[in-house]
């Protein structure tokens, strides 16, 4: 089992910066892949990031790319999302999750997830 909390949530203008932070604990942090995902009121989970075992590799929603950025460390079982030039579309629960095996943008390749954080971006 993985036990994953998120933090760094919060209320933020567009246009500002948020970092968030996802702790993971318990099984080899490393024998997994890393995501982030967000939730909208009434709309479903999406994809906004991932990161491979050790983080060379990263891959990133169309709506974030280029203003998001995605990082783990390996050596303190955390993974983080840099998000940059916030849009109130932006505006969602995030959730951090650890996937064993399958396409990471998929939510169903997830086997953990945190509890999320609350992002809200004011106009």
């Known amino acids: 089992q993985v036990q994953l909390v998120e933090s760094g949530g919060g209320l933020v203008q567009a246009g500002g910066s948020l970092r968030l932070s996802c702790a993971a604990s318990?099984?080899?942090?490393?024998?997994?892949?890393m995501g982030w995902f967000r939730q909208a009121p009434g709309k479903e989970r999406e994809f906004v990031a991932g990161?491979?075992?050790?983080?060379?590799?990263?891959y990133y929603s169309d709506s974030v790319k280029g203003r998001f950025t995605i990082s783990r460390d390996n050596t303190k079982n955390m993974v983080y999302l840099q998000m940059s030039s916030l849009k109130p579309g932006d505006t969602a629960v995030y959730y951090c999750?650890?996937?064993?095996?399958?396409?990471?943008?998929?939510?169903?390749?997830?086997?953990?997830w945190g509890q999320g954080t609350q992002v809200t971006v004011s106009s």
């Open positions: 999750g650890a996937s064993g095996w399958g396409h990471l943008m998929n939510s169903t390749a997830y086997d953990h």
């Open positions: 318990g099984r080899t942090f490393s024998n997994y892949r």
């Open positions: 990161v491979d075992w050790n983080g060379r590799y990263s």
